[in-house]
């Protein structure tokens, strides 16, 4: 019966080409439009890390003004942490692993004939790599031990071994970070978290860094923060010494705690901490101390800005408005052939026959409209990137890669035409099937 | 007009579904075209905020030493000697942040020595060459002398202030009330005071986003050493580019104790910070566009197919004498009568999503007047939509009534 009922549609849509194209194409717009938003959607409000969510926390702990919280109105601490006390949380064995971290500024030279040029670099404990489950192509991270004193060893992203090596194994090589010798210990593979959860300052879209080392180095040679080194304290800063003892925030912590009960005893090892340093007169404003999973520091953080959720409301009204107007399109349709299903009728086919071969109809138009909806979803996907990029020409990270059309996204949109279609098709069929077949069997 | 509406009207409640379709896309469309209009005008009034920045004419230098040998005052001179005897240039200076980029310092700013805090305002270093870099008008007080420009914070002494500043009228206004900021103290955070010598205006520093874009002071002091140090460089119009090949080339070549970040144009880190507001801008006209097409389109194919349906009846009316003119009128009123329905219930729709987004996402509420634009654009499209159709219903032929089908 089914190729019957296809032959049939495929006739009627000869039979009215135009409103049949009009009907494909605002099927087609209402899908793509609905995709586009969708997929930028999705990418945004990802949680690349979601296997790890009960595990892996956020430390943040209020050391902000009395009078002037960071956020007004928002009941949340500094994002960063000061460097006495993420030193004194270090010495916590209640986490399986910890990390302690901060962007810097550094140049790489030294390389072949390279000439010297910025690479972006972490400061950071030997965990990181373990911790957020960062793949390697070469070599390794470093152990605990290399943190203090500090080893002069250096992992490079992807990227940049590619610029500085060739993409050759150059595990053991030597290169100059700030004019200062290190030996290239670890090349990680191709790794880019979506957002960028571990450290969303400058863009949550941000590119990962192409440099690690040991987090030793950020004291010996005195870095700091190249994104974030927020003050609020009218104290002595001095030299670099008094700025690690000052309530300035800077410093990014990480904990992997892998049970709730390890959860409650970091928790209360910090409030443990909070309540002391407060005798002594710090830690002015109410107990506000974190552990913050990623799902809710992505929130908090406010990854997926407004627009975004205005502009998947958007998309759905218009997908809306494109299904109403192919409904109010089939109704006139298939009553422009009401009299030839009034002949079908009056020869004996049943309501659910004729209901069923006009659904037929239907969802032929649905995967029509669908397929072409995704390939105008392809087209505005890559028109967005050339937006972005254009905008970030020159720029590390950005949104290039964000907006890549994925295989969920394609099974989405199909299922999302055909459902929608059909349901909205419904409707008019059921009108159809259940008209007295006497009536137009009548002439006019 | 020979024609009244109730029989129209009778007659399209006799046949309602049709109607009530186009109506309900006509409601859908005023809503989103109203308040995507309203959105899109609020945004591109943001992005054109005047910034007292000559951006066309403005590129940034980035320059960040990295050996031992590496002195960055002496570095300073040498790179603003160069830039300054370039012809083609009108000023250049050195700063520790990029107006407009959203990135940069935020310090404490109080108008007596012992008041509480209030907030953090937007400092940048400049030297005397600073506000002419910028293209900045200077409408009160003097400009910064040599002589002034304060040596390079150094890791060694990073809470030294200034002896002067020169603010923005926004801040001076926001420091002291309804008095002349010119020569009062302010002091920093740890106490320091320094007195306003110049008020410029209208200026925009470094974060756009930030809720007093334009509370911004400057300092009269050489870029923080252990940051890289900005250069801004303001050429004469159209000479940007070949300026910034030729600067690029040099700089990197000229120590080999720093290298060159990068070589840009302002427009590009303001292009930047506003990049959020453009793309919705450029997404909200996309879909509004698409919106106002697939709703005409709807609203003309119900017309032809209600034309198509009625051949015969309105031959029959030909025939008793009704004329081409009463015709169109006929289906034009009746289009005027469903897109009426449908901006009705489109205006509540609207007000609604307006509702919704200003007490959701902060926005201002919506203001009627896009409202009765969307209704009369919306009206205009209808009968736009409705009228070749109903020019083709005019057409028929009065035989039609006497042939049999």
Redesign the interface.
Known sequence: MLPYYLRLAMRSFGRNPG?TA?MVL?IA?GIA?CVMTLTVYHAMSGNPIWWKNDRLYAVTMDNW?P??PLYPGRDLPPPEMTYKDTQFLLTSSIPLRKVVMYPT???V?GVGRE????VATRVTTADFFAMFEVPFLYGNGWSAGADRPPEPVIVLSRRENDKLFGGANSVGRALRW??HEFRVIGVLNDWWPRPRYYDLN?GSFQLPDDAYIPYGWGVEL?L?NR?ENDC?R?E?????R??LASDCVWQQMWVELPDAASRERFQSFMDGYWAEQRKAGRFERPKNNHLTNVAHWLRDNQVV???N???VG??F??L???L??T???L??RF??GAAVTGIRRALGASRGQIFLQLLVEVAALAVLGASLGLGLAALGLTA?HH??VA?????RGGYQELMHFDAVGVVWALALALVVTLAAGAYPAW?IGRLSPAVYLK?? | MSLSVRPILLALLRNRTGAVLVAAQVAIALAVLTNAAYIIVQRIERIHRPTGIDEQNIFVIESAGFTGRFRQTASVREDLTYLRGLSGVIAATATNSIPLSEGGNNDTLVTRPDAPRTGYINDMEIDEHGLDALGAHLVAGRNFRADEIQPALTKADISRFVPTIIVSRALGEHLFPHESPLGRQVWDASGHPATIVGVVDPIMGNFPGSEHPDWVYFLPRMPQEFIVVRYLVRTQPGERAALMRVVEAHLAASNPDRVINFVRPLSYFKNLSYLDDSSMEMYLLTVTMLVVAVTSLGIFALATFNVSIRTKQIGTRRALGARRRDIVHYFLIENGLITGAGVVSGCALALAAGYWLSTHYALPRLELYYLVGGVLALCGLGQLAAWQPARRAAAVPPAVATRTV
Request: include cysteine.
């Open positions: 409103i009009l605002a717009l439009v003004d009078q002037h500024e550094g140049v030279s000439s010297a040029a910025q700030n004019d400058g005195e700091l994104t609020w009218p002595k800063l001095d030299n670099f008094d700025y800005d407004k627009d959720r205005v502009l958007l998309a009204a218009f809306a408005l494109c109403i107007n409904v109010g399109l109704l006139a009553l422009s967005v937006v972005y905008a970030h020409l020159g720029q009108r002439s006019q």
